[in-house]
């Protein structure tokens, strides 16, 4: 890692590391929040989502050690850890969108849950492909505490902006865009802020270097 003059990161080395937890954190909490009233207004069984909400996020039990394992053990001239952070970054946008259904998905809203279940844990499978190595890069960017307090600072800062953008944005979305339909707002705050993560994880691997 290149310091500057002072022995400090540079400014946009932080920035780069920081800036997609605004990303991140909205998509996160847009699904915690609204994805299980989103499926059921499509007729969705409470139960299923509930079934599948706690299958996909127990493979975390196994992905995330082995994520951690794969990560620590790779060996590139990009590092250990900005490979994953790259290849990972494109599958964002796609797997976030596909959360939203095309309409009905069979005749009863058996086929709307099968839909969920499949893409939501697929989609946080590509979440701890990606975030893992970036959780772990954090504490390697340099060895002194106080350098380490800047990083994590600036880090939580997006972090908490994000959760402000994401409570905000469906309103914010139906606002501007006059939409009626609260279901409608909800997937374009998504597939915007899936945009956006893919865009700033891109930058976040390029940049920490």
């Known amino acids: 890692m290149h310091l500057d003059n002072w022995g400090r990161l540079p400014m946009r080395v932080i920035l780069s590391y920081a800036a997609p937890g605004i990303a991140t954190t909205s998509i996160s909490f847009l699904v915690a929040v609204y994805i299980t009233d989103f499926y059921v207004s499509l007729g969705a069984n409470l139960g299923f989502i509930s079934f599948f909400t706690a299958l996909a996020r127990s493979f975390d039990v196994i992905t995330d050690p082995l994520m951690g394992w794969i990560t620590d053990n ?14 990972g970054c494109f599958f964002y946008c796609p797997l976030l969108t596909l ?13 709307v849950a099968i839909w969920f279940g499949i893409f939501y844990t697929i989609f946080y499978l590509s979440d701890t492909f990606t975030n893992v190595p970036y959780e772990a890069l954090g504490p390697e960017l340099l060895d002194n505490y106080e350098e380490r307090n800047r990083v994590f600072f600036a880090a939580k800062i997006f972090v908490f902006t994000g959760t402000l953008f994401a409570a905000a944005a469906p309103g914010m979305v139906a606002l501007f865009l006059r939409i009626r339909d609260w279901r409608c707002a909800l997937a374009a705050s998504r597939t915007f802020a899936s945009a956006r993560a893919t865009a700033s994880s891109y930058v976040r691997a390029r940049c920490c270097m």
Do not use: A, I
């Open 99 to 111: 959360l939203s259904p095309p309409g009905k998905v069979g005749e009863d809203g058996n086929g």
């Open 74 to 87: 790779t060996r590139s001239k990009y590092g250990r850890r900005r490979p994953y952070m790259f290849l």
